[in-house]
């Protein structure tokens, strides 16, 4: 799914940058109306020769105004060209909200931690919490190099001492010691800056 999502992104981008924006359908579909400044009025007149002749297209951005030259067969296929783009953003958007990039956004860094501050949730929502974790593990964390797992509390516990390489080994064995996790009563904003601290000081990791 990653890679067909990326893929589509892809033709997305490619779709901007083969002549998609308004400015760029517009050369292609007329020409720009144009003005000149007039020495003996003193002022900006405008061609009057295309009046009636053409459609006209105001540009609310700068006023600039267009001849719409174009046959009904060249606009009807920029129609077709523009609704297959929508159609791909529309799917880009579904996959970046979905599972666990709806909670966590799309982890783009190459070597991350993961802080743990589970605050003052209640059991349930403490294994909601976990799940949550672990779908971000096997979705988006599996994609990345290295990872590790710190959790806040009065004694700080870490997964590992370091940020470790993604294998389904290291996978297998971050998800277990997450659920192996006691529910504890809620760490101090000291013990989550401890936290926080801690994981910046591990020079690799970017996030």
């Not at 061609?47 to 006209?56: E, I």
């Not at 609310?60 to 920029?78: C, P, R």
């Not at 599972?99 to 966590?104: L, T, V, W």
């Not at 672990?134 to 290295?146: H, N, P, Y």
């Amino acid at each position: 799914q990653h890679l067909i999502s990326s893929s589509k992104w892809l033709q997305i981008h490619g779709l901007k940058r083969n002549k998609l924006s308004l400015s760029q359908i517009l050369s292609q579909i007329g020409f720009q109306h144009r003005k000149d400044y007039v020495t003996t009025l003193g002022k900006l007149v405008a061609s009057r020769y295309a009046d009636g002749l053409f459609p006209q297209y105001e540009r609310a951005q700068d006023g600039s105004v267009y001849n719409l030259t174009a046959k009904k067969e060249l606009i009807l296929h920029f129609v077709d060209r523009l609704m297959g783009a929508i159609e791909l953003y529309k799917q880009r958007m579904e996959w970046l909200t979905s599972e666990s990039r709806q909670i966590f956004g799309v982890i783009q860094e190459r070597c991350i931690v993961i802080v743990l501050d589970f605050g003052t949730a209640a059991l349930t929502e403490f294994d909601l919490c976990r799940d949550a974790l672990s779908m971000v593990l096997v979705e988006q964390v599996t994609r990345i190099a290295k990872f590790n797992l710190i959790r806040a509390a009065q004694d700080l516990m870490k997964w590992q001492q370091k940020s470790t390489p993604v294998s389904e080994h290291t996978l297998k064995s971050a998800v277990t010691w997450l659920w192996k996790l006691d529910h504890m009563t809620a760490a101090s904003h000291t013990n989550s800056a401890e936290a926080l601290l801690e994981a910046m000081s591990d020079e690799a990791v970017s996030s």
